[in-house]
């Protein structure tokens, strides 16, 4: 896999052998882990705080948005009540 940008990746051919990922979507898919990892970082927060419902709703929010999110989905499994 290599990174190029959106206007070399519209120059590439169909049939190329190589997975091209553009740089827009690299940058995306680094905030979207950075978020993720807030909403579990806030929900543990939550938890020390004794406030289970907002910590349920931030794990929750992270297994949505990515439902292979193990963190959030351990956390969220081990909530009281």
């Known amino acids: 896999m290599y990174f190029t ?5 519209s120059k ?5 052998k190589h997975k091209v990922i553009t740089l827009r ?15 579990n970082n806030l929900g ?3 938890v020390a705080q004794e406030n289970f ?3 349920a ?3 929750w929010n ?7 999110y193990q963190d959030a ?8 009540g």
């Not at 992270?62 to 439902?67: F, M, S, T, V």
């Open 12 to 16: 590439k051919e169909n049939g190329s």
């Open 62 to 68: 992270a297994l949505n948005q990515k439902p292979d």
């Open 25 to 39: 979507r690299l940058a995306s898919l680094v905030r979207r882990t950075y978020f993720l990892e807030a909403l």
């Open 57 to 59: 709703h931030c794990f």
């Open 5 to 9: 940008s959106a206007a070399a990746l």
């Open 73 to 80: 989905a351990l956390k969220s499994k081990t909530l009281p």
């Open 44 to 46: 543990l927060t939550y």
């Open 53 to 55: 419902a907002e910590a």
